[in-house]
C-alpha cells in the first residue's frame, strides 16, 4: 500500500509527535517484501515525515534508500518529491550514497531545470552538501538556474544556497557576484540567526577565492556577532583527550576563538612556534561515519584561513581506547602519519584537503609525543582565548584538487614501509560518548 494509507505525513504537518505510531508505520513498511506500489510522493511524504518528527528509524530509511537506488531511473519523480526526498535523508542523518548518486546522475541528466522553484533547488544542495555529497554535475547544472530565479529565492533560500556551494567549494562567478551579494543585502534585516552564520560561513568562503565580494559592512557586522555568540560545552570525551595531551607535556589552550570565527577544542603550540587544532569530533560531527558538510568546512576553512593545521580525533576511534597508554600510542600513530602526509606534501595546505580524510600535516611534532615518553610534567590548563587571525596568503585552490582519500591511503602506503600501524574504524559503536555541540549549519526545515 503507498503512503497515502498512513498518518504519518498528517501528524508531522500538524505537529503532533507520536513515536510507538511512527515506530509501527516504520517497521512495517521496513517489513515489505516490495515497495512498487508506492508512489514518488509517497515516498518523499514518508521519509519527509519522520525526518521532520525526529522519529529515528534507520530500517525505514534504508528500505527506501535501497529501492530508489536500484530503481532504472528517477524520471517519475517531480521537482519536490526529489528535493524533498533528499532533504529527508540529509536531516535525519543518513548518507545513503548510492541514493546520493542516483540524484546526481538524475539532474546530471536533465536538459531542462524550468520546473523547479528556488526551495527546492536550495533544499537539494543544501541536502548534499549537509551529507558530504558534493557533485560537482549537481552543482554546476543547477548554478544558472538558481542566478536565473534570483529574484524568486526567500532569505532561507539564499542562506541555503550559499552555505552549501562553501561546503561544496565549486567556484561559480556567475551566480556569487555583486548580484548575489545584493540579494543578501536586501535580505538584511530577515535573516535568522542560523542564516546570519551561514552566510558568515560564506564570506569566509569568499575570502578563501580572493573573489573580491564582500557583504555590506552591517551584514557582515550580524553573520560575525551571530556565528562568534554560540554557546558551547565542553564533554566527557574532549576532556578525556585534552587530559591525555597535557599528559603528554604539551602546551595547549582550550576552547580558543580564531580570527576566522570558528572556536576550536584545543590549540597546542609545537616546537618552532607554529599551532596546531585538535578537534574532537563527536557523532554530531559525521553521518555514517563519513564527515558531514558542516566539518569539512570547518576544517577547511580554519586551515586555509586561520593558516593553522587541523588534526581530528573521531568519537568512535577514541572510544576503542580502554586505557591511557593506549590512547597515548594512537596520539604518536596520528602526529606520525601526519608528519608523513606533511614530508610528501610540504608545507602548502590546501583549500580542498581536511585533516579528518588527508592528514594534514604536523611538522616537528614534541618529543615527548612522538617518541612515547609521558614523564614530562603536564602544562597548566588554559581556557577561553581568542587568536587574532594571521595574515592571509595566497590560496592555492587547484593544489588541492585530488581524489578524496588518496593522499590518506599514500600515507598509509608509507607508514606501513616504515612500520608504523594505520589505525583502523572498529565496527561497534558501544560506549561512544556524546559530543553533539551546535557548531555549523544546523539542520534547515523543509517547508
Known amino acids: 500500500a503507498g503512503a497515502d494509507q498512513y498518518s504519518d505525513g498528517h501528524l508531522s504537518s500538524a505537529g503532533v509527535s507520536h513515536p510507538e505510531l511512527f515506530r509501527k508505520i516504520g ?8 515497495l512498487n506500489s508506492f508512489k514518488p510522493q509517497d515516498f518523499s511524504n514518508t521519509a519527509w515525515a519522520f525526518a521532520t518528527a525526529g522519529a529515528s528509524h534507520p530500517e525505514l530509511f534504508k528500505k527506501i534508500g535501497n529501492h530508489l537506488a536500484g530503481l532504472m531511473s528517477l524520471n517519475s519523480f517531480n521537482p519536490q518529491a526529489l528535493s524533498n526526498t533528499a532533504w529527508s535523508f540529509a536531516t535525519a542523518g543518513i548518507s545513503y550514497p548510492e541514493l546520493f548518486r542516483k540524484i546526481g546522475d538524475h539532474v546530471a541528466e536533465l536538459g531542462c531545470f524550468d520546473s523547479f522553484k528556488p526551495q527546492e533547488l536550495s533544499n537539494t544542495v543544501w541536502a548534499c552538501a549537509t551529507i558530504g555529497h558534493t557533485d560537482e554535475r549537481l552543482f554546476s547544472a543547477f548554478a544558472p538556474v538558481i542566478r536565473s530565479k534570483l529574484d524568486e529565492c526567500s532569505e532561507q533560500d539564499l542562506a541555503n544556497i550559499a552555505w552549501a556551494y562553501s561546503v561544496a567549494n565549486l567556484p561559480r562567478h556567475d551566480l556569487f557576484n555583486e548580484g548575489y551579494a545584493g540579494a543578501l543585502a536586501s535580505n538584511e534585516n530577515e535573516f535568522s540567526v542560523e542564516e546570519f552564520r551561514q552566510l558568515h560561513q560564506w564570506q569566509l568562503w569568499q575570502q ?19 556565528f562568534t555568540s554560540r554557546g558551547f560545552s565542553e564533554s566527557k570525551l574532549q576532556n578525556d583527550v585534552v587530559d ?18 570558528y572556536r576550536i577544542d584545543a590549540l597546542v603550540k609545537v616546537g618552532d612556534g607554529r599551532k596546531v587544532a585538535i578537534e574532537v569530533d563527536g557523532p554530531f560531527h559525521f553521518i555514517d561515519r563519513r564527515p558531514a558538510g558542516r566539518t569539512t568546512l570547518k ?5 586555509t584561513l586561520d593558516r593553522i593545521e587541523v588534526v581530528s580525533v573521531p568519537y568512535w576511534e577514541w572510544d576503542e581506547l580502554k586505557n591511557s597508554e593506549m590512547k597515548q600510542h594512537y596520539l604518536r600513530k ?14 602548502k595546505i590546501s583549500s580542498r584537503c581536511t585533516a ?6 604536523l611538522c616537528d611534532v614534541l618529543p615527548a609525543l612522538v617518541h612515547g615518553t609521558n614523564n614530562t610534567r603536564a602544562a597548566p590548563r588554559r581556557r577561553h582565548r581568542y587568536l587574532r587571525p594571521e595574515p592571509l596568503e595566497p590560496v592555492f585552490g587547484p593544489l588541492g584538487r585530488v581524489r578524496d582519500g ?8 608509507q607508514a606501513q614501509e616504515q612500520g608504523l600501524e594505520a589505525t583502523g574504524v572498529p565496527q561497534d559503536e558501544q560506549g561512544r560518548e556524546e559530543h553533539a555541540r551546535q557548531d555549523e549549519a544546523p539542520h534547515r526545515q523543509a517547508r
Open 299 to 303: 576544517h577547511r576553512q580554519v586551515a
Open 244 to 261: 591525555e595531551l597535557r599528559i603528554a607535556g604539551l602546551d595547549l589552550e582550550e576552547e580558543v576563538l580564531l580570527g576566522s570565527g
Open 334 to 347: 596520528k602526529l606520525a602519519l601526519s608528519y608523513i602526509i606533511q614530508s610528501i606534501y610540504g608545507r
Open 406 to 413: 588518496v593522499p590518506g591511503q599514500q600515507a598509509r602506503e
Open 27 to 34: 517497521y512495517h513498511i521496513a517489513r515489505q517484501t516490495s
Open 208 to 226: 578563501e577565492l580572493q573573489s573580491g565580494i564582500e557583504l555590506p559592512r552591517s551584514l557582515r557586522a550580524k553573520c560575525r556577532n551571530a
Open 356 to 361: 579528518h580524510n588527508s592528514g594534514i600535516a
